[in-house]
């Protein structure tokens, strides 16, 4: 109750955006199958691993591959929280006075078609990328626009 008055009542809320998630989480499994059917026409399997080396190779290979595939689904519960002294992200409350000048950023990766958004703050950059509405609902928290 005592940080809850710290931070005021709450403003508004911005959750996970499920539709990205999904796109991307869905665009990862098309690539990974064309790379299995790729490989498995070019060089078909036969029979089992020549050793049990290979075979714990593959296996990691396939794990490695499966957390590559299905890592935007960790986000599935990202959420953040404005209120009026303060915000909620990452499931740690933060005041704005601790967070100074707050700034929002798009960065795109040479390696990447898609850009992530970045939450910029004088104690740290929040990942904002599977948030859906962060920055106007930031905006229409503390600046009442769209």
Known sequence: MKEEKAIGQKL????????????????????AGVII????????PQGKPVSLLAGFLAVLIA???????FFPMIHWRDCVLFYENGIVAG????????????SFKDIRSSYSVFSRTYMCTAVRNFDMTYIKDGKMNFNRAYFDTL
């Open 91 to 102: 499931g740690r409350k933060w005041t704005l006075d601790e967070l100074g000048e707050i």
């Open 37 to 44: 059917l790729a490989g498995v026409r070019g060089n078909p």
């Open 63 to 69: 794990l490695g591959a499966a957390v590559w595939v």
């Open 12 to 31: 508004t809320e911005a959750h996970a955006n499920s539709g990205k998630i999904l796109l991307r989480t869905a665009l990862r499994i098309l690539l």
